[in-house]
């Protein structure tokens, strides 16, 4: 049974003052929902006050990224264990705008993932291909690279915290969604591959979410997809009502 797990990536967005009322009205709307994990991953600066607003509540908070080294003269960077310090319990790496703008490369990702693992966190590591990419023919060539790095230090133990995204990157930010079938053959390639390299049970058992423009209008047609395990959710998750209905949309997968 993989429970499904849905994602908010706030992204540059919100006040401490806005991301504490927005997940205030979370925590009074989702309350009673089961069956299905949900996140927020707000800006650093709001990373603490969200965690005290959230005490007592099964949402969980995720960073949107994290460095690899734990201390020393790096500026700018944040260490995941002052995360895990922060109250987050999970870290997305690698989204496809950190590669894009800030160079990461697949390496860092190794890197991150392996840094974030040893802090506690769990990690929800994107794979996904652009659009020439998927005009090319090379969109499953893109993913297993991608996942060869998010999967580089990570062994059938520490899979049960690793959560793979398939965020296609021509359908971030941009209305364009992937159609049910689209993402399922791409989720069903790399449960395979999650099955190849980690052993059948831990592969089933990794959930994978599905991120690209998810609106409470496509969301069930999405994630009822089989190897579809929840969202990781940008543009919607900034208002409460279309994020909510994004979380009642997710169903259990047997
Ligand atoms: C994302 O940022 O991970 C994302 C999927 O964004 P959006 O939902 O806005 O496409």
Redesign the pocket.
Known sequence: MRTPFVVG?W?LHKTVAEATALVTELKNQLGAVKGVDVGVAPVFTSLWPVARRLEGSSIALAAQNCFYEEKGAWTGEVAPSLLADAGCTWV?IG???RRQHFGETDDTVARRVKAALAAGLGVIA?VGETDAQRDAGATFAVVDQHLAGALAHVDAAASARVVI?Y?PVW????GRTATPAQAQEVHAHIRTRLRERLGAAAGDAMRIQY????KPGNAEALMSQEDIDGA??????LEAADFVAIVKAARPKT
């Open positions: 990536n992204k997305i989204h496809s705008e994107c995204a965020e359908a971030i930010g941009t991120g690209g423009s998810v990781l959710v940008g543009g919607a998750s």
